[in-house]
């Protein structure tokens, strides 16, 4: 199956704002997490079959210290302080990847700061099926 994009500036969004001033985002913008811990992306995806994914995080971080964010899938904390190190600039863009199971159709994958800085710059969120779950049955 083809990659799936989901843009941050459609996901819910708690502790943070859809900004649009640093350029190289795809979609219409990003998300700028609020400066806290406990900023978050929740994003809404939908897969045909559970399985194996990759998560794909576009992101950027203009600073030189990493901003991780716990990564959890239907309320299932999947990554602990994933790290988002930083990129350069706030309009150098860099992918961080990680996998975790979903399920059948729908399932929200949420992205939360755990440092007082907040979370990087969000891009998008990308899914794609990993391994057997990739290869479609004849
Ligand atoms: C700057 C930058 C923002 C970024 C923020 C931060 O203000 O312009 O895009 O989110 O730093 O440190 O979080």
Do not use: C, M
Not at 110 to 122: E, I, L
């Amino acid at each position: 199956a083809a990659p799936v994009r989901y843009e941050s500036e459609n996901a819910a969004i708690s502790q943070g704002a859809v900004e649009s001033n640093h350029a190289g985002f795809t979609g219409t913008g990003f998300v700028n997490y609020d400066n806290v811990a406990t900023s978050s992306v929740e994003y809404t995806v939908n897969v045909p079959s559970a399985g194996q994914y990759s998560l794909a995080l576009r992101y950027a971080n203009g600073t030189t210290t990493s901003r991780p964010l716990d990564v959890a899938v239907n309320g299932s904390l999947v990554v602990n302080d994933l790290g988002f190190p930083g990129t350069g600039a706030w309009t150098s863009y860099q992918t961080v990847t990680t996998t975790a199971t979903l399920a059948a159709g729908t399932n929200r994958i949420k992205t939360t700061a755990v440092v007082a800085a907040g979370g990087p710059n969000a891009d998008s969120l990308t899914i794609d099926a990993v391994g057997a779950a990739a290869t479609p049955v004849a």
